[in-house]
């Protein structure tokens, strides 16, 4: 599948924002997907992953609570809600996808990879 992620910006710690990620493709459906996000300096990390069902989510600790994944297979798209932001955050955030049932955290479990789209979280 290809990506393409969207709905970066500049918001003020405590705010909301949500990213979208869509793909081409039929096999969207068989995809576990996955939101990484890498901040300036650091490498890449794993932020969700939802299953390829949507009954099943994974967070890293740091956004546990405030970020939700979730996505609509009939329009082949993922999203990241991302609630009561802070500085921290700020990153460029990549959607990837994994043709496997299961779910995986690590960038090199994913083969297809989004163009990034950078959220910046002023304090």
């Not at 924002?17 to 300096?41: E, I, K």
């Not at 390829?52 to 600790?61: E, M």
């Not at 329009?75 to 779910?103: G, H, W």
């Amino acid at each position: 599948v290809q990506l393409q992620a969207s709905g970066g910006g500049l918001v003020q710690a405590g705010d909301s924002l949500r990213l979208s990620c869509a793909a081409s493709g039929r096999t969207f459906s068989l995809h576990v997907m996955a939101w990484f996000r890498q901040a300036p300096g650091k490498e890449r990390e794993f932020a969700a992953a939802i299953s390829r069902s949507g009954d099943r989510q994974l967070y890293a600790d740091s956004v546990k609570g405030r970020f939700t994944i979730s996505r609509d297979n009939a329009k082949n798209t993922v999203f990241l809600q991302m609630n009561s932001l802070k500085p921290e955050d700020t990153a460029v955030y990549y959607c990837a996808a994994r043709n496997s049932p299961f779910i995986a955290t690590k960038p090199s479990d994913f083969a297809s990879w989004g163009q990034g789209t950078l959220v910046t979280v002023s304090s």
